[in-house]
């Protein structure tokens, strides 16, 4: 098969080995390896790439996340943590939001400044898939309870901390784990096909969020795409076959058998096939399998075309345009990943600006205002309160300074009661040391000298003993 001449994809794969290297970038037409990034080993669908500047992977079975610069090859740029291990991973298509599916929570961050917008538990079980639509307006999450829940990624980052945040579908027709979910083109107005290990892939209609039609395989499905152009649905199943439906023939029912007898099938693999995804033309069909291979089909003869060899079995393999970092060495980020951060509402000062290094070689760096997540009830109540009240001497309202202020004033009130107390604490440990001295109990008191009898009401004396002490006598 000739390689055109300019040659706009590559292919992205990662194993579970992670012996050679983490992700390796080829060239789907020559077989070759582009580039390749080391440090671990990606888990199932979390390999991502934030723009045209920076990949990032989950590591499996581990609470990290890894980030790569792609001009600088090889060597893991960054090491990010997370509250949990991460078991399913989406980057929105203009690189501002990452979405991961930290065990049965939902994590929204913003990349520019590392703040955690949202975490969102309304899985019962692990998410094992996120998708965005391809005009970032939608979050697809599925989970291994049977679950399909369609987001607005608006109503996640603006989410009441009281009433929460409401998904817009909710699909629970899946009787078992859900494996794979593919969103098509037209943004709200897509297709979502989703597979499950109870044999079926379902067509869903996102503007409306009914069911188009359900096919039911012989075997699980493991893996499920579509082409650009919506017109066939690629599945992959536990016992290695790579089934097609042409979805505009054949189709006159909402129920359809797919019989492996079929000439509609891709053979090659061995073992389960855990990945799939079809060339930006369709003319490529891309598989993934836990035989440790990835192929390359031609979606005409069904043909396998090239074969990509690994160590481990297969956990990731996707199409994706070449990015302009790989073929400039020279090229440099225009923004920076910030280290992302596990409370909603912890925000650096610094957050989401970046420094311009390189001003000789042209390089310009956009700096990115931080989100006003920071900006609490509190201040805002008291901000509105202040200008209601008119101003302070000099007619300027200064909301800070009077805050400032009224805490001094509660700082300097705190200080004379613990003055007090400190003064309190003192004299009472004064009058134990003297009583021990005297060789009474503290914790009784002695009697007062009784009077004398030839005193009277207009003439009173006190009597004076002296009593010998440790330290001398004692008068009393």
């Keep these: 098969m000739a390689a055109p001449m300019n040659c706009v994809e590559v292919c992205l794969t990662s194993d579970t080995s992670g012996e050679n290297c983490n992700t390796t970038v080829w060239e789907p037409y020559s077989g070759t390896a582009v580039a390749t990034f080391r440090g ?12 045209d500047s920076y990949l990032i992977s989950a590591i499996l079975n581990k609470p990290l996340l890894h980030v790569w610069s792609l001009h600088r090859k090889e060597q893991t740029q960054q090491t990010i943590v997370t509250p949990r291990p991460v078991k399913a ?3 929105s298509p203009d690189g501002l939001y990452c979405v991961a599916g930290v065990c049965e929570s939902l994590h929204v961050w913003e990349v520019s400044t590392g703040n955690l917008m949202a975490v969102v538990a309304r899985h019962f079980q692990d998410i094992s898939c996120i998708r965005f639509t391809d005009d970032g307006s939608r979050v697809i999450t599925a989970g291994e309870d049977n679950i399909i829940i369609v987001w607005s990624l608006t109503e996640l980052l603006s989410q009441d901390k009281l009433t929460g945040v409401e998904a817009q579908y909710t699909w629970s027709q899946h009787s078992l784990a859900i494996t794979d979910i593919h969103c098509g083109v037209g943004g709200c107005m897509s297709r979502v096909v989703s597979s499950s290990l ?10 409306s969020g009914i069911l188009l039609c359900t096919f039911i395989f012989e075997a699980a499905v493991s893996a499920v795409t579509m082409d650009s152009a919506e017109l066939r649905i690629y599945a992959g199943t536990i016992d290695g076959a790579i089934s097609e439906i042409q979805l505009f023939t054949g189709v006159d029912s909402p129920t359809q058998h797919i019989s492996t007898t079929d000439n509609t099938q891709f053979i090659g693999h061995s073992g389960r096939v855990t990945c799939l995804s079809v060339s930006i033309d369709a003319s490529l069909l891309l598989s993934g399998s836990s035989d440790g291979t ?3 089909f031609d979606t005409t003869s069904r043909q396998c075309v090239r074969v990509f060899q690994h160590t481990g079995a297969i956990t990731n393999a996707v199409f994706t345009l070449r990015p302009v970092s790989l073929a400039s060495p020279q090229f440099k980020p225009h923004f920076t990943v910030k280290n992302f951060k596990r409370q909603i509402g912890q925000v650096d000062d610094n957050a989401g600006f970046t420094e311009n290094t390189d001003q ?3 390089v310009v760096t956009v700096p990115v205002k931080p989100h006003k997540q920071h900006m609490t009830d509190e201040f805002e109540e008291l901000l509105s309160r202040t200008q209601q009240c008119g101003g302070d001497r000099e007619g300027l309202i200064n909301p800070m300074s009077m805050t400032v202020l009224a805490r001094t004033e509660q700082l300097e009130e705190e200080i004379k009661n613990l003055k007090n107390k400190s003064a309190m604490i003192l004299i009472s440990a004064c009058r134990t040391v003297v009583e021990e001295a005297d060789g009474v109990s503290p914790t009784k008191k002695r009697k ?7 005193n009277n009401t207009n003439n009173t004396t006190t009597n004076t003993t002296s009593v010998p002490g440790k330290n001398g006598n004692i008068k009393i």
């Design 89 to 91: 991973l989406a980057v």
């Design 294 to 296: 990835c192929r390359v």
């Design 360 to 362: 000789d070689n042209g």
């Design 40 to 51: 671990g080993n990606s888990s199932p669908r979390t390999l991502c790439l934030l723009g």
């Design 198 to 207: 109870d044999q079926t892939c379902r067509l869903w209609d996102l503007c």
């Design 448 to 454: 007062r000298p009784a009077k004398s009898k030839h």
